[in-house]
C-alpha cells in the first residue's frame, strides 16, 4: 500500500515536473524581453470572456424562437464575439506582445547562378534530339491535341449554329391576344392612355416572341410608315414586349395630360430608357436602342376579340449579328 | 521538455519543415494601414466561402415553374421559378437563413469594395512596378473574375431585379460582334430565357468554378507577394530598395492579422443581421415579361448600367448585316478598355517614363504627378459613367429633365475627367514645392543653428 502510494506520488512528480526546466539565460532569447502590462493584459482577458458570453448568446437566441428580431440578435451577437475576439486580438498585438522591428534583404533582383543552371539543365537535356524542331512541334501538336480533344464535349451545351431559333414566335394569323390570366382581350377593353400586356394564347409566356404591349391611339394621330398601313386595328397598336435594346420588357407608357406642351406618347424601357414612339411604327426616340419595336399586325374577328393578322414585322429581342436578316416566322 | 517545444519537434519529424518555418515565423511585414486593404479583400473572401457553403445546402437550381404556398402572403399563389422559391424559404423559413444570405451579400460589397481601395492604393505608390507587374496582373484578373462571380450570384435568386439584370447581360452577350448570337444560343441552350439548363450552369460557376478560379489566383497573387517580399514606404533610414524593414510575421503580425480577419467577418456578421440587403421577397418573381422602374443594380455594376445607357441609339449595320449591335459599346467594349488599361499600365509607364529599374520603395501619390494624373482621370471616367447612370434617381428626386441629363454626361464623361487629371497634377506638384520650400527652410534653419552654435566654439579656439 505504501509502495503504491509512492509510486504514484513519484509519477504524479515526474508528470507534472515534465518539461519544467529552468528558463533559458537571457544571452540566448531570440525575441526581446519587454515589461509586463497588466492592465493591458486584464483588458484582453475581458474581452474574451465577452466574447465568449456572445457566443453563448447566439447560440441561446438560436435555440429559443419565441425571441423577437431572430435575425437582428443573432446578427448582433455573432457579430459581436467576433469584434470582441478581434479587439482582444488587438489589444495583444498592440500592448502584449514584443513589437519588432526587423531589417532583411530583399531578394536578389536575379539569381544569376542559378537561373543559368537550370537553363543549362534543360538545355543540355536535350543533347540526344536530333530533329528538335520537328520533336517540339509534335510535342505542341499532341499536346494542343489532347486540350482540343479534352474541350470538344463542351459543344453538348448547346446548339452552336442554330440561329433560327431567335426568329420564332409564337404569332400566326387569327391567333387570339390574351390577358396574364389568359382571358382573351376584346377591342373594346382597350382604351386610350392606357397601357395592356398581351400574350399569345396558348403560347409559354415567358418566350421572348409571346409578349406584347396594346395601347390605342387616335387613329388621326397615327403615322405609320407605308410597310406597317394596316398593322393596327382601329387605333390599337400591338408591338414587341421585349426591348430591342437589352431586352428588357417595356413596361412603362408615358401619356401626355397637356398635349401642346408636353412630349407626344412613348413606349419606355425601365432598363436604359430606349423610348419608342407607338404611332409611328415603334420608332426610336431617345436612349440607346437601335431598332424600332417590331410590331404586330391585328385584326378585330367578328365577336371583337383581337387577333393577329401575321407576324411581327422585324425579330423579336435585342441585336445580334443577323437580327435584320429576315422577319420572324412562326415556331415549328 | 515544453510544449510548444514538443509540438514543433512532431511536426519537423515528420515534414522537415523547421527551416522553412522559421523563415515564415520571421517574415517581415512592412507597417502601413493602407497594407491592411488587400488582407480586408482576402478575409471578406472567406467570409463568403464560408456563408456560400452554408447557402448551397439549401438553394435550389431549378428554374421550374411552381407555385407560392408558403408563409409569405403577399407572394401567396403566385407563378416562381424553384430557384426563387429557394430563396424566399431560406430567408423567411430557415433559422440563420436571413442572417447569413445577408452576410454574404454584405460580405460579396465589401470584398469588391476592399479590392478596388487596394487597386487604388498599388496604383498611386507605384507598388506594380518591377518587380512586381504579375502580382498586378493577377490581382486584376481576380477583380474582374470577382464582378462576374458577384453578378452571378445576385442573378441565381431568380427575383425580379436579378432577372433584369440577367437579361441585360444576355444581351451584352448577344452584341459581341459576329459571334455573340452562337455563345448565347450555346450557353443558354435557346435564346433567352432559354432552356432549364441554363441555371444548373450559372449555379456550378457561382459555386464551384470561380471561386476555385479566385482561389488559385489568390494563392498565386499571395506565393508572389511572399516571395518577392512586401513593398515599404521609406521612413526610417535603413529602409531601401535592397533592405525591408517590417514586423515579422510572429509574435508582431499574427495578432494583428487575425484581429483583422475578426474584426471583418465581425462586421459583416454585425451588417448581415442589422441592416436589411436585398429583401427578395419585396421584388417578387421575375418574369420576362415584367420590369420594374427605378430598378439599379449592386453598385459594382452601376457603371456599366451608365455606360449602356449613354450610348445614342444605333446599331453598326452593313446592309443586313448588324455589324455591332448597340450594348456592345457601353456594356462590353467599355470595361474591356477599362480592364486593358489596368493591364497595360505598368508596361505603358515603363515606356513612357523610361523606368525600367526595380523598386522596392514606394511612391507617394504626388511623388508622381503624372501617374497620380492619369489613375485620377480613369477613375474620374468610370466614376462619371457611374453618376451617369443614376440620372433616373437625380430625374425623381430634383425633377431635372432625363435627356438633358444624359446630354450633359455624353460630354463630361470625356471632358470631365481632363479636368480632373489636371486639377490632381496641379494639387501633387504644390504639395510637391510645399515640402520642398519646407525641406528648403529646414536645412537653412539647422545651418544657421549650426552657425551660430559653431561661432563662440570657434572664437574660443582663436
Request: glycine share 10%; proline share 7%.
Amino acid at each position: 500500500m505504501a509502495k503504491a502510494k509512492d509510486i504514484l506520488l513519484s509519477g504524479l512528480v515526474l508528470v507534472a515536473g515534465r518539461g519544467r526546466r529552468s528558463p533559458r539565460p537571457e544571452a540566448e532569447r531570440v525575441v526581446p524581453d519587454y515589461d509586463a502590462d497588466p492592465r493591458a493584459e486584464t483588458w484582453a482577458i475581458v474581452l474574451l470572456l465577452l466574447s465568449s458570453l456572445c457566443c453563448a448568446g447566439f447560440i441561446v437566441v438560436y435555440a429559443v424562437d419565441r425571441i423577437p428580431h431572430q435575425t437582428q440578435f443573432l446578427g448582433l451577437s455573432l457579430g459581436l464575439a467576433l469584434v470582441f475576439f478581434a479587439a482582444a486580438l488587438i489589444v495583444t498585438a498592440l500592448r502584449l506582445v514584443v513589437t519588432e522591428e526587423l531589417v532583411e534583404e530583399y531578394p536578389p533582383e536575379l539569381h544569376v547562378g542559378e537561373v543559368d543552371l537550370i537553363a543549362s539543365t534543360v538545355e543540355e537535356s536535350g543533347s540526344r534530339l536530333t530533329r528538335r524542331r520537328l520533336f517540339k512541334l509534335a510535342l505542341l501538336g499532341a499536346g494542343g491535341g489532347l486540350v482540343t480533344a479534352a474541350l470538344t464535349p463542351a459543344a453538348s451545351f448547346g446548339p452552336l449554329l442554330r440561329v433560327k431559333d431567335y426568329f420564332g414566335t409564337p404569332w400566326t394569323r387569327g391567333r387570339r391576344l390574351v390577358d396574364e390570366d389568359d382571358r382573351p382581350y376584346k377591342a373594346s377593353d382597350i382604351e386610350e392612355k392606357d397601357f395592356y400586356t398581351a400574350f399569345a394564347e396558348g403560347a409559354d409566356k415567358e418566350e421572348a416572341g409571346a409578349s406584347l404591349v396594346l395601347v390605342r391611339l387616335p387613329t388621326s394621330s397615327l403615322k405609320l410608315p407605308p410597310e406597317l398601313q394596316g398593322y393596327d386595328a382601329n387605333g390599337i397598336v400591338a408591338y414587341s414586349k421585349i426591348c430591342t435594346h437589352a431586352g428588357c420588357a417595356i413596361s412603362m407608357y408615358r401619356v401626355p395630360t397637356f398635349l401642346p406642351d408636353e412630349p407626344k406618347p412613348a413606349l419606355v424601357c425601365p432598363c436604359h430608357y430606349s423610348t419608342f414612339d407607338p404611332a409611328s411604327g415603334g420608332t426610336v426616340q431617345f436612349g440607346p436602342a437601335g431598332r424600332p419595336l417590331p410590331m404586330l399586325p391585328l385584326e378585330i374577328d367578328a365577336r371583337g376579340f383581337l387577333r393577329a393578322k401575321g407576324n411581327f414585322d422585324g425579330a423579336v429581342g435585342p441585336a445580334w449579328w443577323g437580327v435584320r436578316n429576315r422577319k420572324p416566322s412562326p415556331q415549328s | 521538455m515544453s510544449v510548444t517545444r514538443r509540438v514543433v519537434r512532431w511536426v519537423d519529424e515528420r515534414s522537415a519543415s523547421a527551416p522553412i518555418l522559421r523563415k515564415v515565423l520571421r517574415y517581415l511585414f512592412p507597417d502601413h494601414w493602407s497594407f491592411l486593404l488587400g488582407e480586408v479583400a482576402l478575409y471578406a473572401f472567406m467570409v463568403l466561402v464560408g456563408t456560400g457553403i452554408y447557402l448551397t445546402f439549401f438553394f435550389v437550381d431549378s428554374t421550374n415553374d411552381v407555385v407560392y404556398h408558403g408563409t409569405y402572403a403577399p407572394l401567396q399563389g403566385q407563378h416562381m421559378t424553384e430557384a426563387y422559391k429557394s430563396v424566399v424559404d431560406l430567408s423567411l423559413n430557415v433559422k440563420a437563413g436571413l442572417l447569413i444570405r445577408q452576410t454574404h451579400h454584405w460580405a460579396a460589397n465589401v470584398f469588391l469594395v476592399a479590392i478596388l481601395l487596394h487597386l487604388f492604393r498599388v496604383f498611386f505608390t507605384g507598388a506594380y512596378r518591377r518587380p512586381r507587374g504579375l502580382i498586378w496582373a493577377l490581382g486584376v484578373t481576380m477583380l474582374f473574375t470577382s464582378l462576374l462571380e458577384a453578378y452571378m450570384g445576385y442573378s441565381l435568386v431568380d427575383d425580379l431585379l436579378s432577372g433584369m439584370g440577367l437579361v441585360i447581360g444576355y444581351s451584352v452577350g448577344l452584341s459581341l460582334p459576329f459571334v455573340g448570337a452562337n455563345l448565347m444560343e450555346w450557353l443558354f441552350h435557346g435564346p433567352y430565357p432559354g432552356q432549364h439548363v441554363f441555371w444548373p450552369r450559372m449555379y456550378i460557376a457561382h459555386v464551384l468554378l470561380f471561386p476555385i478560379l479566385i482561389g488559385m489566383l489568390l494563392t498565386a497573387h499571395l506565393l508572389l507577394v511572399a516571395l518577392r517580399h512586401h513593398t515599404q514606404f521609406k521612413r526610417r533610414r535603413a529602409q531601401s530598395n535592397h533592405v525591408v524593414m517590417g514586423v515579422p510575421t510572429y509574435p508582431g503580425q499574427t495578432p494583428r492579422s487575425i484581429g483583422l480577419m475578426l474584426a471583418v467577418a465581425g462586421v459583416l456578421f454585425l451588417l448581415g443581421g442589422l441592416v436589411q440587403i436585398n429583401p427578395i421577397w419585396q421584388w417578387g418573381p421575375y418574369h420576362t415579361y415584367d420590369a420594374t422602374n427605378g430598378a439599379q443594380p449592386d453598385w459594382y455594376l452601376g457603371w456599366l448600367i451608365g455606360g449602356l445607357r449613354l450610348v445614342p441609339g444605333f446599331d453598326v449595320v452593313i446592309g443586313k448585316y448588324t455589324l455591332i449591335p448597340n450594348p456592345f459599346w457601353g456594356g462590353a467594349l467599355f470595361p474591356l478598355v477599362v480592364l486593358g488599361f489596368l493591364y497595360f499600365w505598368p508596361w505603358l509607364e515603363r515606356k513612357w517614363s523610361g523606368d525600367y529599374s526595380w523598386h522596392n520603395v514606394l511612391e507617394r501619390p504626388r511623388d508622381n504627378p503624372r501617374r497620380t494624373a492619369i489613375g485620377i482621370g480613369v477613375i474620374s471616367w468610370v466614376v462619371l459613367v457611374f453618376v451617369a447612370g443614376s440620372s433616373d434617381r437625380v430625374n425623381l428626386v430634383f425633377g431635372i429633365p432625363y435627356t438633358g441629363q444624359i446630354w450633359f454626361y455624353r460630354v463630361f464623361v470625356f471632358v470631365g475627367p481632363v479636368v480632373f487629371g489636371a486639377i490632381a497634377y496641379w494639387v501633387c506638384k504644390e504639395l510637391r514645392e510645399g515640402e520642398k520650400v519646407e525641406e528648403d527652410r529646414h536645412a537653412a534653419e539647422a545651418e544657421t543653428r549650426l552657425a551660430t552654435w559653431s561661432k563662440p566654439s570657434q572664437s574660443s579656439e582663436t
